[in-house]
């Protein structure tokens, strides 16, 4: 029996989310951080005439330094501020200002500023803001000092190309043949231009591997002896796995000489690049507080440097009027005029109820997160309780991606330092007496042994996995592998310092 397929069309009832482009704003708002956010609403401001920024009336009552105080130190911090306000009362008439003199001088001021533009000088270049320089990247630097060599036309062009290749740790990101390759360059000719490069300074950059880097520094500081030469050129893997007898035993040297060589290679700098950094430190600006007066701890949103906005009276003014004004004022016809005002205002009104929204749910999580991990601000990060997102959504009755959206890039400044809350998140692990401890604790506890053991005599996994045993922590050797590289510490092999 043959079965024919084929299409058709048919009318049908369902139902489905409809992500409206309303609420794809309102989800990529909760999840901007601090200073995406304070972009966002810069950006909506020059767009939107109708937004406007409320202006402050006066301070929080309570600043966020006071915010770290106990009640009993911002009282008396209070007290010792009114008191200095008291004292300077009776100075006051001493130090009046001269206004008329101050006038004066105002404007004889003004009057200089003036002469100094028309003999020359330009305004700006009193401003210490103009005179601040941006820091020159590694390819930057690395390219100004190819144009102060006397290069031909050609190994300037092979200069360039190795100078726009050289990776942010100062190694030549390829190979110098597939280079020539791709630019038709000459192997012979490159290879001087590479050997002029790696002249320059910082010393060992633009090499293609770490033995080549050590040997250029060597080069470079004089350190030529032999010895320190032949320990980088062929037993760079031993050196790594700290097996230095074996080192010893090839070169027919003795164990001390080979200490004494390796001294001078660990005085070495691997990453020639490193001082060629991110051009500008980004600080993190919290988005809440969480402080303690007292007995009671209290959450705060932290709103400096945030505009609040408003709709402005004018243009609601503006809508209500049926006169052809509108027209004139938007530069259009007045039902042009209307509707492009109408969709100006529901905009920002939308703004501000999503912002509005955004920061009581950062705040809620916030509450919910101090009422959980209380013993945590109390007493440290070895209270520090397991909790998944789950266990946040169902208390607020949100989904479990909002919470996930709400704790990322999000920050909350606490007396114990300043945290994302995505930290407070933590997966269970259990323990022999069978209670959980979250593994954010078990890593700081494996980083305190790593700390505290004998450098001659590194922890191996296994003797920290008998360790925190010990503490009644179960855990694998595969686990403290891992939790062991996420923070960055090197097995017990190469930690190993023989001196």
Same mark, same amino acid.
């Given at each position: 029996?043959?079965?024919?397929?084929?299409?058709?069309?048919?009318?049908?009832?369902?139902?489905?989310?409809?992500?409206?482009?309303?609420?794809?704003?309102?989800?990529?708002?909760?999840?901007?951080?601090?200073?995406?956010?304070?972009?966002?609403?810069?950006?909506?401001?020059?767009?939107?005439?109708?937004?406007?920024?409320?202006?402050?009336?006066?301070?929080?009552?309570?600043?966020?330094?006071?915010?770290?105080?106990?009640?009993?130190?911002?009282?008396?911090?209070?007290?010792?501020?009114?008191?200095?306000?008291?004292?300077?009362?009776?100075?006051?008439?001493?130090?009046?200002?001269?206004?008329?003199?101050?006038?004066?001088?105002?404007?004889?001021?003004?009057?200089?500023?003036?002469?100094?533009?028309?003999?020359?000088?330009?305004?700006?270049?009193?401003?210490?803001?103009?005179?601040?320089?941006?820091?020159?990247?590694?390819?930057?630097?690395?390219?100004?000092?190819?144009?102060?060599?006397?290069?031909?036309?050609?190994?300037?062009?092979?200069?360039?190309?190795?100078?726009?290749?050289?990776?942010?740790?100062?190694?030549?990101?390829?190979?110098?043949?597939?280079?020539?390759?791709?630019?038709?360059?000459?192997?012979?000719?490159?290879?001087?231009?590479?050997?002029?490069?790696?002249?320059?300074?910082?010393?060992?950059?633009?090499?293609?591997?770490?033995?080549?880097?050590?040997?250029?520094?060597?080069?470079?500081?004089?350190?030529?002896?032999?010895?320190?030469?032949?320990?980088?050129?062929?037993?760079?893997?031993?050196?790594?796995?700290?097996?230095?007898?074996?080192?010893?035993?090839?070169?027919?040297?003795?164990?001390?000489?080979?200490?004494?060589?390796?001294?001078?290679?660990?005085?070495?700098?691997?990453?020639?690049?490193?001082?060629?950094?991110?051009?500008?430190?980004?600080?993190?600006?919290?988005?809440?507080?969480?402080?303690?007066?007292?007995?009671?701890?209290?959450?705060?949103?932290?709103?400096?440097?945030?505009?609040?906005?408003?709709?402005?009276?004018?243009?609601?003014?503006?809508?209500?009027?049926?006169?052809?004004?509108?027209?004139?004022?938007?530069?259009?016809?007045?039902?042009?005029?209307?509707?492009?005002?109408?969709? =100006?205002?529901? $905009?920002?009104?939308? #703004?501000?109820?999503?912002?509005?929204?955004?920061?009581?749910? &950062?705040? !809620?999580? @916030?509450?919910?997160?101090?009422?959980?991990?209380?013993?945590?601000?109390?007493?440290?990060?070895?209270?520090?309780?397991?909790?998944?997102?789950?266990?946040?959504?169902?208390?607020?009755?949100?989904?479990?991606?909002?919470?996930?959206?709400?704790?990322?890039?999000?920050?909350?400044?606490?007396?114990?330092?300043?945290?994302?809350?995505?930290?407070?998140?933590?997966?269970?692990?259990?323990?022999?007496?069978?209670?959980?401890?979250?593994?954010?604790?078990?890593?700081?506890?494996?980083?305190?042994?790593?700390?505290?053991?004998?450098?001659? =005599?590194?922890? $191996?996994?296994?003797? #920290?996995?008998?360790?925190?045993?010990?503490?009644?922590?179960? &855990?694998? !050797?595969? @686990?403290?592998?891992?939790?062991?590289?996420?923070?960055?510490?090197?097995?017990?092999?190469?930690?190993?310092?023989?001196?």
């Amino acid at each position: 029996m043959a079965i024919k397929m084929g299409q058709s069309i048919g009318i049908g009832l369902g139902q489905g989310l409809a992500m409206t482009p309303a609420l794809q704003q309102a989800i990529k708002l909760l999840q901007l951080s601090r200073l995406e956010l304070e972009q966002f609403v810069e950006i909506q401001m020059a767009e939107n005439p109708v937004l406007e920024e409320i202006p402050s009336e006066g301070l929080d009552e309570f600043s966020p330094i006071e915010k770290e105080f106990t009640e009993s130190e911002a009282v008396s911090g209070r007290m010792e501020e009114a008191a200095g306000i008291v004292d300077s009362i009776g100075k006051d008439k001493e130090t009046e200002v001269d206004w008329e003199r101050l006038s004066n001088y105002e404007e004889s001021r003004s009057q200089a500023s003036t002469s100094g533009s028309k003999n020359g000088f330009d305004d700006d270049t009193s401003n210490y803001e103009n005179m601040v320089t941006k820091a020159n990247t590694l390819q930057e630097h690395i390219a100004e000092l190819v144009r102060e060599v006397d290069f031909s036309p050609e190994e300037f062009k092979i200069a360039e190309q190795i100078a726009g290749n050289i990776d942010d740790r100062g190694y030549l990101a390829v190979s110098l043949e597939d280079l020539c390759s791709k630019e038709s360059f000459d192997k012979e000719l490159a290879e001087g231009v590479l050997d002029t490069i790696q002249h320059f300074d910082p010393p060992g950059i633009a090499a293609r591997d770490l033995k080549e880097c050590l040997l250029i520094q060597i080069r470079h500081f004089k350190l030529r002896n032999g010895i320190v030469e032949k320990i980088v050129g062929s037993h760079l893997a031993s050196l790594e796995s700290r097996n230095y007898s074996q080192v010893a035993k090839a070169l027919g040297i003795t164990l001390e000489q080979v200490y004494t060589n390796v001294a001078v290679i660990i005085g070495l700098d691997p990453i020639p690049g490193r001082q060629f950094g991110p051009e500008a430190t980004q600080y993190i600006i919290p988005d809440v507080y969480v402080f303690k007066l007292g007995k009671n701890w209290h959450v705060s949103m932290n709103e400096d440097g945030l505009p609040r906005l408003k709709v402005s009276p004018f243009y609601k003014d503006m809508l209500k009027d049926k006169k052809a004004v509108i027209g004139k004022a938007i530069g259009a016809k007045a039902d042009g005029g209307k509707e492009y005002l109408d969709e =100006k205002i529901k $905009s920002a009104k939308w #703004i501000i109820k999503s912002m509005e929204q955004r920061q009581r749910t &950062i705040l !809620r999580v @916030t509450e919910q997160i101090l009422e959980r991990q209380k013993e945590f601000f109390e007493y440290g990060i070895q209270y520090l309780k397991p909790m998944v997102l789950r266990d946040i959504a169902e208390v607020l009755e949100l989904h479990e991606s909002t919470i996930s959206r709400v704790t990322t890039n999000k920050y909350v400044h606490t007396p114990r330092g300043i945290f994302e809350l995505k930290y407070f998140f933590n997966r269970a692990i259990s323990k022999n007496d069978g209670e959980e401890v979250a593994n954010e604790t078990v890593k700081t506890r494996l980083a305190e042994l790593i700390k505290a053991e004998d450098a001659v =005599k590194p922890y $191996s996994d296994q003797q #920290i996995l008998e360790l925190l045993a010990k503490e009644n922590i179960e &855990i694998s !050797r595969r @686990t403290i592998a891992k939790y062991r590289e996420q923070l960055g510490i090197l097995p017990s092999s190469k930690r190993r310092k023989p001196f």
